[in-house]
Structure formats: C-alpha cells, structure tokens
C-alpha cells in the first residue's frame, strides 16, 4: 500500500512528509494510525520494560507494543518472554494485572492456561475437543525477538530488523552514559508513579521531548518560581536565546533525538553550586555534605538529574533520572508513564534525594506539556491548515552541523529532531510500498 486517501484524494507517503513540514493527517488520520501501528510499531524496536521490574523468577509486567496488549514474563529458569496477552482461544486478555509474579496465567473467560513460558497447559473439560485437538498448538503467541540492552528489554515483530545493538546506533553512547551514573552500572526502574493520558496524537509527546523551543514559554511558571526560590541560573530562559546557551540538540538517526544540557554543568556538584536545593530538601543535602565531605559534590550530582533527554524512537523517552513510555491508545489519545529510578553503588540517602528530585517534572512541568498536546490536537481538526512546521533552523547557514556518523547537531531550539525522525517514520511507513 503506498497511498491512502486524505481528503478524498490518494496521496503518497513522501506528499506528507517533506523536508521542513509535515501533513496534519500524520496527527489526525485513523487510516495513518492504524498503518503506523503496524508499520513503525510493527518493524523496528519497542521498548517494553526494564529488567529490574522483573528481576526475580517468575516476575511478570504487562504493556503494549503499539496497540498489541502484551504479557513480559521471566520463567523460572531466568530467560525473558514477550507473549501477546491475547487468549488464542476467543482472545481475551489473559493476564489483567499491571505486574506481580505467577507460573501460569489462567484466562478468566473459560479459564485456558498457559505456563509463563506461553505454552498452554490446561484445557477445561478437554474431552470436548476432537481427537485432533492437541494443546501444543495453542501457546500464547509471542514477540519472535526480544533483546535486553543492558536492562532495557525491547522486542520487535520483525524478523529481519537489524540487531538491537545496531538499531540503538549513536544512541546507545549516550544510553551508556546515563547507566553509567549508577556507580556499579545498576539502575533499578521503580514505579510508574505518574501515568497520565491526553487527547492527542503519540508523536506530539516524541516531537516535544526533543523540543528546546517550548520550554523558555510552555514552562514559563515553573521555571519563573524555580529562580524566585533561587534554584536556577538565568539559564537564558529569560530575555536572552537559548540558543546563545551552551545546550544543543542532535538528531542520532534511526529516528533517536538528544538534547544535552551538559555543558550547563560542566563539573561534577555544579548543580548544587550554582544552584538551591527546593525547601524542605536542604536536610537531605546538609545531610549527604556532613556524611561524605568532600566525596559529596560526586554524590550530589548523582542525585540531580542526568541534564540529558534522549529519545530512542518510537517510544523511550530519557528525560533527566526518569524513563518516560509512550503508548498510543488511538489517533488521538496517548498514555505517558512516567517511571523513577534508583541507582545501585551509592549510600540511601543518595537515592533518597533522587527520588525526590524525580517528583518535580512529572507533578508541575508535564501538565504545561499535555495543554500543549491537546491544544495542538484541536488545531489539527482546522482542515485547511494542512501543515505542521519544523523548519525551525532548516535553510539557515551554519546553524547546523553533520559529523561523520551523520549526526546532525544545531543550536537547542532549531526543530532538525523532527526533520531527522520523520525520515525514520517515512523509511517504516514505506515497507508496504510496492
Ligand atoms: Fe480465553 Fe476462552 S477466551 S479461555
Ligand atoms: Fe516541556
């Protein structure tokens, strides 16, 4: 299929996504969702959990992979599955915990039951059944390959998919770089203690996390009461570009986008010196200063969050300390879970102000976000206006550059994210062409 009617016409993939813009049904079209669901969730990598969520034998976590509601298990003898949670008797769910740990899985319709493995393993008043009935053809379904990068399990529909070290390409560095804060490289996902939905499209939450534009005047509040409690820098939020800042994005490839705030930072505690810990959690840096002397700017620093968002595409998102899961629900509505980390190798306190610190963005900076994502969606119902920019920094000399991987980097407010992503998107989109 390389077209699909819009406004009655047929069109191509590559009408509706051109260099600097893309078409609003990208957002809007329920034919288009329906093809991305198996096209771009279909063909590349999702990611699906995070293997301290199922540390132990037995443990379990279900999700999605796009739409495809899924059971992740860890059998008893420690390896990962990825089964559909689809009975393969008349396909109701079979798992409707969020996650615990279990052998089996007993569906509650006529009670089939499969074994964490997948394979079915009892059948009510199985005499009902022909002599030709035989269980073992009626295991769960399951995702063909699942792969784990250093705890981050994802899986893919696709059997010919490049490996998933290959698929995280200039990503995986920067992957790499954020274990790599936890001491003894253990990071430890802990809750999914924010988890909100929105009436709009999933692209608009992986376009915005790689956004530098919005945050000087979508979090305008925040960061005004931020600097009136005397926690941050003029950080050229205010009066002056962000873009005369240090901070820059990057496009990764392979649909992978990367904010840094780093050089914000450059040493380790900077934070803490140019900075004031929120009232009510100085007693928590007294404490961790009185502790471990001149070990505490290190400790500290562990605590703040990372200074980087990395979007691994389609739907991980890094954002400081936290993991952030998109799942599209439909065209135009989109669950967000935000997850909070620990990190291993370092004293409690450590993580203690860790956790705190992950309390911010979720509770006051994400409903800024999610106004934006439902305004936006209303916007794209205007049929006549066919366009959404991102152009921002494209045809603008030297505003950008490309190193040898093809890594395009540029000032932190340009949109070349989502000029880099979409081509991504076209590439998956395109797999049903002739
Ligand atoms: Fe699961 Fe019938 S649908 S047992
Ligand atoms: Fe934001």
């Not at 599209?328 to 956790?355: C, F, K, S």
Request: aromatic share 10%; glycine share 10%; charged share 25%.
């Amino acid at each position: 299929m390389s077209a699909f009617a819009t406004n009655g016409s047929r069109r191509r993939w590559e009408d509706l996504v051109r260099v600097d813009r893309v078409h609003r049904s990208l957002y809007v079209d329920e034919e288009i969702f329906a093809a991305e669901m198996r096209l771009v969730f279909g063909h590349t990598w999702i990611y699906l959990a995070h293997e301290s969520q199922l540390s132990e034998p037995n443990g379990f976590l279900t999700g999605h992979l796009g739409r495809r509601p899924i059971l992740v298990t860890r059998d008893g003898e420690g390896r990962l599955h990825a089964l559909f949670n689809r009975c393969t008797h008349r396909a109701a769910t079979v798992c409707r915990e969020e996650s615990g740990r279990a052998r089996s899985f007993q569906c509650p319709y006529h009670g089939w039951t499969f074994r964490n493995t997948g394979e079915l393993v009892g059948v009510p008043w199985p005499d009902g059944y022909g002599p030709d009935f035989r269980r073992e053809d009626f295991g769960l379904g399951r995702v063909p390959r699942v792969e784990s990068y250093r705890g981050f399990v994802f899986g893919t529909l696709d059997e010919a998919a490049p490996s998933l070290t290959e698929h995280l390409g200039a990503a995986r560095p920067l992957l790499d770089y954020w274990i790599d804060r936890a001491p003894d490289g253990d990071v430890r996902v802990r809750s999914a203690a924010h988890r909100m939905v929105y009436r709009g499209n999933w692209k608009l939450a992986y376009d915005n996390a790689g956004d530098g534009y919005h945050p000087a005047f979508s979090h305008r509040s925040l960061l005004k009461m931020a600097a009136r409690l005397g926690e941050t820098r003029d950080m050229a939020y205010f009066g002056r570009s962000p873009d005369q800042g240090p901070m820059y994005v990057q496009y990764l490839g392979n649909g992978h986008t990367f904010i840094d705030q780093r050089p914000n930072y450059a040493a380790a505690g900077d934070f803490w010196r140019n900075q004031r810990v929120q009232p009510g959690r100085e007693g928590l840096e007294r404490l961790i200063r009185d502790r471990h002397g001149a070990d505490a700017d290190r400790l500290l620093d562990l605590a703040v969050g990372s200074q980087i968002n990395l979007n691994i595409f389609p739907n991980l998102l890094i954002i400081g300390n936290q993991v952030q899961v998109i799942e599209p629900l439909a065209v135009d509505r989109t669950q967000l879970t935000w997850h909070a980390t620990a990190i291993g190798g370092v004293p409690d306190e450590v993580n203690v102000l860790r956790m705190r610190t992950q309390e911010d963005f979720p509770a006051f900076g994400e409903p800024d976000d999610q106004a934006n994502f439902e305004e936006a969606q209303r916007g794209l119902s205007v049929p006549e206006m066919e366009w959404v920019l991102m152009n921002r920094g494209h045809g603008v000399p030297d505003r950008q550059k490309v190193d040898a991987d093809g890594v395009v980097t540029g000032p932190v407010t340009d949109e070349l994210h989502m000029r880099g992503y979409f081509q991504e998107w076209l590439r998956l989109m395109r797999l049903e062409d002739p």
